[in-house]
């Protein structure tokens, strides 16, 4: 979220062209080092008509080591797979295929073996930099939250999510499955420019056009609504009806299948599968005593510090779920058995675990005449048990309450003007790495002291089961 120099319509100048013409190289492919600019969309499209995310072999010679250079033209499986762009690729999956097949069928000496297999051991599985294309480190800290969750991308990577794929809502799916396919064949430390999926996150959600700053939780939501729309597996919803909200009879387990099963009938995609859990809220009435039920779901959950907590400087994640379970009183709730407004008890229950969990810091407070930054060092472990947090729920789902910390979205700054950068952890290496737009680097989360120091960036942790591993 560093400045904006340039107009919404516009991107960054390139300043390389020249050089990559005289080197033969084509015009701004979308693989770049951090010294090079980033190219207009006209000059990505004429080089790059089949994708979104070309694949270049421009490296630099501290980057690319000396028995590999000698070998390029014959080994590097990126030279290979842009020989071939003039063919009839639909999918970076698809290419990674012919690029495969083109190098199996290749006769090589077993040195050259032995060099090709050296080389893809260079070959990252994450660990690739995005490149910040005008004020889009919002963007690039979400996105690598998620292309490191574990089993979630695999379905994109293998091609498992085209069965259910909507022809009308495909562009985010499509754009995504590209993404992680290349972010998995790109080397080490280098980066990519993600203009396809920002691309198709912007027809979704025109607010996110251009590039002007933007926050990062609102295109998480954005980017996850896009993805499961054109993963819905269903493909005629049930009509809309309002749910009963009290049991007449039944027990809160029939309740919570019932608007479970409601949902999945308008809803139910590869995203809800590991996303989706689900909220009980109660309210029961202070002076009639009737309780009324609503069963939602959620993919994140916002923890906001109340006006006691704003005060004070540090705070735990586990206190800050407390207080959204706790009970509270509200003052003027109408009563659908009084017929008027009354006193009320309201709680909220979490009823069904997801496979990942996403808390939103709420750092952000606006008010009437005057809005702010809460920088509180937040306390959160690495190791979370969910099972103190379900008091009612028999659900299958609450039996496996054990998480791992798996990425966090760090925002430094102010209200009006910061940047967003990602820690994730790497589900191949079980190491932690530091995404700063196109910069990656590996840090040793425990020397970060989340759980004892806390920290004031986190802005949205995730949280996969251990079982995911």
């Known amino acids: 979220m560093k400045q904006n120099l340039y107009s919404n319509n516009q991107r960054p100048p390139s300043t390389t062209k020249d050089k990559m013409q005289a080197q033969g190289l084509p015009n701004y492919p979308l693989l770049l080092n951090k010294t090079q600019s980033t190219p207009s969309s006209q000059e990505i499209k004429q080089s790059y008509p089949y994708s979104s995310y070309g694949i270049s072999t421009l490296t630099t010679q501290q980057q690319q080591s000396k028995p590999y250079e000698q070998n390029t033209q014959k080994l590097n499986p990126y030279q290979i797979n842009s020989q071939q762009s003039s063919s009839a690729m639909t999918t970076s999956l698809s290419t990674t295929q ?162 479970w099963d409601y949902s999945k009938s308008r809803e139910n995609s590869l995203v809800l599968d590991y996303f989706q859990g689900q909220l009980l809220h109660t309210i029961k009435c202070s002076y009639c005593s009737n309780s009324s039920y609503a069963f939602d779901t959620f993919l994140d959950t916002s923890l906001a510090f109340t006006r006691a907590f704003k005060i004070l400087e540090d705070m ?67 190791e979370l048990d969910m099972s103190k947090f379900i008091q009612d729920s028999l659900d299958q789902s609450t039996k496996n309450c054990q998480y791992s910390l798996c990425g966090i979205v760090n925002h430094s700054g102010t209200l009006y003007g910061g940047h967003y950068t990602a820690d994730s952890l790497n589900p191949f290496n079980l190491k932690w790495y530091r995404y700063n737009d196109s910069d990656v680097r590996e840090i040793d989360v425990k020397q970060q002291r989340y759980d004892t120091d806390g920290s004031s960036s986190p802005y949205i942790l995730f949280y996969a089961r251990k079982s995911l591993y």
């Not at 993963?231 to 009963?244: D, G, H």
């Not at 009354?342 to 969990?357: C, D, E, N, S």
Request: charged share 25%; aromatic share 10%; with cysteine.
């Open 316 to 382: 735990d994640l586990d206190r800050l779920l407390d207080k959204y379970v706790i009970e509270e009183t509200i003052d003027d709730y109408y009563c659908s058995k009084c017929k008027k407004h009354q006193k009320v008890k309201r709680k909220f229950t979490i009823w069904r675990l997801p496979h990942i969990l996403m808390f939103h810091i709420k750092r952000f407070d606006y008010r009437r005449f005057s809005s702010d930054k809460l920088n509180h060092r937040v306390k959160f472990p690495l």
């Open 98 to 259: 012919k690029t495969n097949s083109t190098i199996s069928s290749m006769s090589q000496s077993q040195p050259e073996q032995q060099q090709y297999q050296k080389y893809m051991q260079n070959v990252s599985k994450g660990i690739c930099g995005l490149r910040n294309i005008g004020n889009t480190c919002f963007m690039n800290s979400v996105l690598q939250c998620l292309l490191n969750l574990p089993a979630f991308n695999e379905h994109f990577l293998n091609g498992d999510y085209l069965k259910d794929l909507n022809s009308k809502n495909s562009s985010v799916p499509n754009e995504y499955s590209k993404l992680v396919s290349t972010v998995r064949s790109t080397p080490n430390f280098q980066s990519i420019a993600p203009y396809g999926i920002k691309s198709a996150v912007e027809n979704v959600m025109p607010c996110f056009r251009g590039y002007a700053q933007q926050d990062a939780q609102e295109f998480l939501v954005a980017l996850l609504d896009g993805l499961s729309l054109g993963l819905n597996r269903v493909k005629y919803k049930s009509s809309y009806k309002e749910m009963n909200d009290n049991l007449n009879g039944r027990n809160l387990q029939d309740l919570s299948k019932e608007w």
